[in-house]
């Protein structure tokens, strides 16, 4: 493993309490906006916006810190059809026999289907692989540790990043989704991820009128100190 020196944490700042309100409040206003979109424009996206984005995924915490993701950018449209038509063909199998009648039932208000037009109407589709394992620079294999949790955490932070961008996106699973790995020819020691589609919103884009739960529903405080106000 890597000899890492420590170093003065330089880039720590501080907020005095009222700039963190602030600031969390504006992020949170701008977070509770994000939704999931399945129609798209075929609109580009302005040049380095995805480099970017991806370079904020860069960032994200990994066990021991081994990054165990991969990312491929597809805006080509022989590529794209390519994996539209597997994609398809892989939910028509899901839709007809694989999903139980219970997992049909949660999608239902969803009003998701076995077409997949959305994978060649965007300008981008960018596929995350999860790497079990990864090389040192000298070329030693090393096992990854928490892999799919920092996969997980690294795609999070990239659906924020384009979120903040001013782009849309639609996490994609197509299941099983291996074909990924020889479209995009990437090694079988790489797991496809998560397939997220991305660009602008359809002019006349429609989202199911879902809700998020409170947060009362999802956190329990079993002690108030947290929120003490000061
Ligand atoms: N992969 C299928 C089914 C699907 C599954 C879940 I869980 C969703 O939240 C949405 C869709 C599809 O993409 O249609």
Redesign the pocket.
């Known amino acids: 493993m890597p000899d890492y020196p420590f170093i003065p944490l330089q880039t720590y700042a501080e907020l005095p309490p009222q700039e963190m309100r602030e600031r969390l409040n504006a992020f949170y206003e701008n977070m509770q906006r994000r939704r999931t979109v399945r129609e798209f424009s075929a609109r580009p996206i302005p040049t380095g916006i995805i480099e970017q984005a991806l370079r904020v995924a860069g960032t994200a915490p990994s066990g021991a810190n081994l990054q165990p993701w991969h990312f491929v950018v597809v805006t080509g449209a022989d590529t794209k059809h390519k994996i539209r038509i597997a994609a398809e063909e892989e939910?028509r199998e899901?839709y007809a026999h694989r999903a139980s009648r219970e997992w049909l039932q949660a999608?239902e208000p969803?009003g998701?289907?076995t077409d997949?037009p959305f994978l060649e109407i965007a300008p981008c589709l960018i596929a995350v692989f999860l790497q079990k394992f990864g090389y040192l620079p000298n070329g030693k294999k090393v096992k990854h540790y928490y892999p799919v949790e920092s996969t997980g955490l690294a795609t999070g932070f990239l659906i924020t990043a384009l979120h903040q961008a001013g782009l849309v996106c639609l996490t994609?699973?197509?299941?099983p989704m291996r074909f990924l790995n020889e479209i995009l020819s990437r090694p079988k020691s790489e797991r496809p991820f998560l397939l997220l589609v991305t660009g602008y919103p359809a002019e006349d884009a429609t989202v199911p009128d879902i809700k998020r739960k409170p947060l009362e529903d999802f956190v329990s405080f079993i002690d108030s100190q947290v929120t003490a106000a000061r």
């Open positions: 939910e899901f999608l969803l998701t289907d997949k994609h699973t197509p299941s």
